[in-house]
């Protein structure tokens, strides 16, 4: 007689186990169920993924909140306080046009978006804080916050981690500013101020800077920067269709893949070689080149020299 009356009082127990599980332990309500993975982006010197959703296509054909993010400034400026916040809520990066700047990133507001020559991109690095910041407000976004890309590859959007703890935007390392000057769309007043701040490229680059077809870079030219990385794409214009193969560090770089580049993404100048060991032709490009058939060496890079 008691192992019947034993046996239904387990699986009694059993059973309201189960019922407690899917049931919330202070309220009785359903659990709730985990959220949907998010596409996320890692932070430059955290050495994880952030909170950030990375989002494709604008602000408004996901829905945005209006007076949020980039519509919290429309006209420019710098936020604060309360203003500030809401600002960080999400940033638009397409890729666009500017005055003479096509092609150029632009923000949710339609207001030009800058590089600086003086930071790094290997490593993601800001140097302009303080006063350099008022001027030159650089593009953040808060924890749990979005970033919405139109023309822009996923792979190059990051996070830099600034001096006073926000996280700026980075386009191919390159960490990413507006100017307090310009207050609406097409204004590119920041361009090429000091020899040093220029619009950013799709690609990292700076805009309205010739790319490429010289022999040697011109050293005394403030605006060329040695390139430490590239990405080399098989097809013409950075095409998503066709494959890519990156390099990095400082002098000769032989492609695990030669003969095939047709288009450059690199964040300054870099020489190109059309044998391995950086040797035979090569020519010297400064910044993103669209197309290498138009300087002749479409196919035809077996090695890269950086640094």
């Known amino acids: 007689?008691?192992?019947?009356?034993?046996?239904?009082?387990?699986?009694?127990?059993?059973?309201?186990?189960?019922?407690?599980?899917?049931c919330d332990s202070t309220t009785g309500a359903p659990a709730a169920q985990p959220p949907a993975a998010q596409s996320t982006i890692p932070v430059a010197g955290q050495g994880g993924a952030s909170d950030l959703s990375l989002l494709a296509g604008t602000a408004k054909s996901n829905n945005a909140t209006k007076g949020t993010g980039d519509w919290a400034m429309p006209n420019g400026g710098v936020a604060s306080g309360a203003k500030a916040q809401v600002a960080q809520k999400w940033v638009q990066l397409t890729a666009g046009k500017a005055g003479d700047l096509d092609p150029v990133v632009v923000n949710g507001a339609g207001l030009t978006l800058y590089r600086f020559d003086n930071d790094t991109a290997n490593p993601s690095k800001s140097n302009c804080n303080g006063d350099c910041a008022v001027t030159w407000p650089p593009v953040t976004v808060a924890p749990g916050g979005k970033i919405f890309i139109a023309g822009l590859k996923k792979s190059a959007i990051g996070l830099v981690t600034r001096a006073d703890g926000t996280r700026q935007v980075t386009i191919n390392g390159w960490p990413v500013y507006r100017f307090a000057k310009d207050t609406k769309p097409g204004d590119t007043l920041g361009q090429g101020v000091g020899g040093t701040w220029f619009g950013v490229t799709p690609t990292g680059g700076k805009a309205g800077v010739p790319a490429g077809g010289t022999d040697q870079p011109d050293a005394g030219d403030p605006r060329v920067t040695p390139a430490t990385s590239a990405v080399l794409f098989d097809d013409a214009n950075f095409s998503d269709n066709g494959a890519s193969q990156g390099v990095?560090?400082?002098?000769?770089?032989?492609?695990?893949?030669?003969?095939?580049?047709?288009?450059?993404?690199?964040p300054g100048s870099l020489k190109l070689w059309s044998e391995k060991n950086c040797k035979g032709q090569s020519v010297v490009i400064n910044g993103d080149v669209t197309d290498l058939a138009k300087l002749d060496f479409d196919d035809t890079v077996a090695s890269v020299f950086l640094g």
């Open 1 to 22: 007689m008691l192992r019947t009356r034993v046996l239904p009082l387990a699986v009694l127990l059993a059973a309201g186990a189960v019922l407690l599980s899917a």
């Open 248 to 266: 990095a560090g400082r002098g000769c770089q032989n492609l695990s893949r030669p003969d095939v580049t047709s288009s450059v993404a690199a």
